[in-house]
């Protein structure tokens, strides 16, 4: 299972987890949240997501639920990773911030980037 690193753009953030299915897991999700964000995420084992550098600059999102956990850099504002609603034993990992990893790129070696229907998530409310 491979483990990757992820930083946010100015660097003050490092993250590093277990991405079971390395890279192939992007999607997208049209959430309210996620469609107005626009980052495709690469699931990761959220029980074995370590925060390397940063923790202090990390800012914390939530809203309904509660349930889902964003986080972004308080310096340059890059969406780093979340846990998620739809498995809290999940997290989010932003395919941008993926050492090695371009979104642009992405279709070319895993194909499309699918979409997930956020907007009929089951409330958990």
């Not at 690193?5 to 299915?21: D, L, Q, S, W, Y």
């Not at 074995?48 to 914390?60: I, Q």
Request: aromatic letters at 8%; hydrophobic letters at 30%; glycine letters at 8%.
């Amino acid at each position: 299972m491979p483990h990757l690193k992820a930083t946010c753009h100015c660097g003050a953030v490092e993250i590093e987890a277990e991405f079971p299915e390395g890279l192939a897991s992007a999607a997208r999700c049209d959430c309210s949240f996620c469609r107005r964000r626009g980052a495709a995420a690469v699931t990761a084992i959220a029980a074995s997501l370590k925060v390397l550098k940063g923790a202090e600059n990390l800012s914390l999102y939530t809203w309904g639920s509660h349930t889902a956990k964003h986080y972004f850099c308080k310096t340059c504002g890059i969406y780093t990773h979340h846990q998620r609603r739809s498995d809290p034993k999940e997290c989010g990992v932003n395919l941008g911030c993926i050492e090695g990893a371009n979104p642009r790129t992405h279709p070319e070696t895993y194909g499309e980037i699918p979409w997930n229907d956020g907007v009929n998530h089951p409330s958990d409310q």
